[in-house]
């Protein structure tokens, strides 16, 4: 541990020397630098961390696409507001296969959806046991997904059957401590964007996969 908590403290120092010597270092890594630590502390990750590895460190197919941890959290306060919220798509949504969303819960649980466009399935996957007052919870915010999609479906043309999806929330005790479900979201992001199962995506695998993600986000960050 001590060998990681050395690497965080000059991973800052040559941030801090970039920034005194005028060198151009943006917000997005300033963010992401000053919450490192987490990774090494078993602290659980936040936004910056997220966000940057799912949008930096995992190779999605043509048809894949990883929304940012803000994509839900905008759609659901739009829409209490009844509005819908316009997210500027790079791509056409509906032409998409499989489009990933995390999802974090009051600021305590991150886990993550998918829409299944082929097969008009939205999935919710969650790295703890829930009860069923959870799982109702995860029903709901797949039904503000399945909402966004109706409304935007109509706006470009499209026929959308809202009785046509269905939603599934898979759940298990893979996690068994209170701080690793976001290195559990972005691990079986990756795993599910690669084709893989998530059966190897275990506590004892996240647990290793933490110093991992330190390395390799440094590494995209050139530092």
């Keep these: 541990r001590g060998g990681i908590r050395f690497c965080v403290c000059c991973a800052v120092e040559k941030h801090t020397h970039a920034v005194t ?5 943006d917000i997005e890594t300033d963010e992401v630098l000053r919450s490192l630590p987490r990774l090494v502390n078993s602290q659980w990750i936040n936004d910056s961390i997220l966000n940057y590895a799912t949008q930096n460190l995992i190779t999605y197919a043509e048809d894949q696409h990883c929304v940012t941890t803000y994509f839900y959290s ?3 306060s739009r829409q209490k507001e009844g509005k819908h919220f316009a997210f500027n798509w790079k791509t056409d949504p509906f ?7 995390p999802i974090n ?18 999935t919710a996957y969650d790295s703890q046991l829930l ?19 109706n409304t935007e479906a109509a706006k470009r043309g499209y ?6 999806w269905k939603f599934k929330v898979l759940h298990s005790q893979a996690q068994t401590n209170g701080f690793d479900c976001g290195v559990f979201t972005y691990e079986r992001i990756a795993s599910l964007a690669a084709g893989k199962t ?11 996969a933490r110093k991992n993600l330190y390395d390799q986000l440094l590494a995209k960050m050139g530092l």
Excluded: M, P
């Excluded at 010597?21 to 270092?25: A, D, E, H, T």
């Excluded at 797949?142 to 909402?147: A, Y």
């Excluded at 998530?198 to 290793?208: A, F």
């Design 131 to 149: 009860s069923s007052e959870h799982v109702e919870a995860r029903l709901k915010a797949c039904g503000r997904i399945l909402t966004y999609f």
């Design 159 to 164: 026929e959308f059957n809202r009785d046509d």
């Design 105 to 122: 819960v009051e600021k305590l649980h991150w886990y993550f959806s998918t829409v299944d466009v082929k097969n008009k399935t939205i």
């Design 21 to 25: 010597q005028n060198k151009q270092v």
């Design 198 to 208: 998530l059966e190897l995506v275990s506590q004892e695998y996240v647990t290793r």
């Design 95 to 101: 032409k998409l296969a499989k489009i990933f969303v």
């Design 74 to 76: 905008l759609l659901k």
